[in-house]
């Protein structure tokens, strides 16, 4: 395994349209980091730039310290992982994952040891004779990455992975996937779309909004403290309530409904944007107190152990995670209360957090 560092990396087309502006990463021996953002935001091609298939246009690439930007993908001892597992279909199991070995001219027995303990890592070792047809699409998925762990790569580079498979398959896969960096301690670097998988598998988290970095943290910091609007609103199922506010005197104001803010935020004044987890809403045991916010319900959205609801309060909709026992019709009024120790502020022009 071996540090991965990215100095001011960008990327252009025609020295025009810059893709990716000037990013900083430091990746730790060992670590699990995953680039997410929406679709365009310039998270594969900068898996890519690490792995050597697509020229950087500035700044360096390091792996195990030593700058990479002039070797090819096969001088960089990485192995990547694709979205559509790239197997030969005329091959065994066995002989797709032996494939890279045998092109380096590895001993026979070194081959068959490699393969051997790959395949009992992703219990698949009763299927190496099968061709791949004969697979479904998580076993052809655990063949691509036991080609890559039988190269025993300083790192390992997954480019959505999992997005071609259904719920339950992924699910499934997320959990082998970190079950095996745990047992490999690998240098793993992640691409994907896809919030939860980020946080279920990451030890840091990259988000990228339009080439940018706009945060790179813990998933705990990501999801509690995120440094901007985008971040806030992309991550969490369902995300952060985002509603713009005015603030004075120590209070939000959303249209009618004034909301005490938490002391740390009382120092800020005007038009603001407020954030709150869903989680962060609860009901109030009885009709409206001081203490709690008149809202009215808008929607319930039943998710089996819990339920969604859609509530307005003054000129916000914003949505509550209640117990699977909420019934109620839409257009009751309802108390809701807040807590303010979890409330967060962003600016309204650069979307930044506010402290």
Do not use: W
């Amino acid at each position: 395994m071996a540090a991965v560092e990215l100095r001011r990396v960008a990327k252009s087309y025609d020295g025009r349209t810059t893709v990716i502006h000037g990013i900083d990463l430091e990746i730790a021996h060992g670590e699990f980091v995953v680039f997410v953002g929406p679709s365009g935001c310039g998270k594969s091609t900068l898996l890519r730039m690490i792995a050597g298939l697509e020229p950087i246009s500035g700044g360096e690439v390091l792996i195990d310290g030593t700058v990479v930007n002039a070797l090819p993908p096969r001088h960089r001892d990485i192995a990547m992982v694709f979205q559509d597992y790239a197997l030969y279909p005329h091959k065994t199991l066995f002989e797709n994952m032996a494939f890279g070995l045998r092109l380096r001219h590895t001993p026979e027995a070194e081959i068959q040891r490699r393969v051997g303990e790959a395949a009992a890592l992703l219990k698949i070792e009763s299927m190496l004779q099968r061709k791949p047809r004969e697979l479904s699409g998580g076993q052809r998925q655990r063949v691509a990455i036991g080609r890559a762990i039988v190269r025993q790569p300083k790192v390992f580079l997954f480019d959505e992975p999992l997005s071609n498979l259904d719920a339950q398959l992924r699910h499934e896969m997320r959990t082998e996937i970190k079950r095996l960096h745990q047992r490999l301690g690998a240098t793993i670097v992640y691409v994907t779309h896809d919030q939860t998988e980020a946080m279920t598998l990451a030890d840091r988290i990259c988000v990228l909004q339009g080439g940018h970095r706009m945060q790179y943290d813990t998933p705990e910091a990501i999801y509690n403290r995120p440094a901007a609007v985008f971040v806030a609103g992309f991550t969490g199922a369902p995300p952060m309530n985002l509603a713009d506010c005015t603030v004075a005197d120590g209070c939000a104001d959303l249209g009618g409904v004034a909301l005490p803010l938490p002391h740390h935020l009382r120092g800020h004044s005007g038009a603001l944007t407020l954030g709150v987890r869903p989680e962060n809403l609860t009901l109030a045991p009885q009709a409206a107190t001081d203490l709690a916010l008149p809202a009215t319900l808008q929607l319930l959205e039943p998710l089996g152990a819990e339920t969604l609801i859609t509530v307005r309060i003054g000129a916000a909709e914003m949505v509550a995670r209640v117990s699977a026992a909420f019934h109620q019709a839409p257009g009751t009024p309802l108390a809701l209360h807040v807590d303010s120790r979890k409330l967060h502020l962003f600016d309204r022009q650069g979307g930044q957090a506010l402290a």
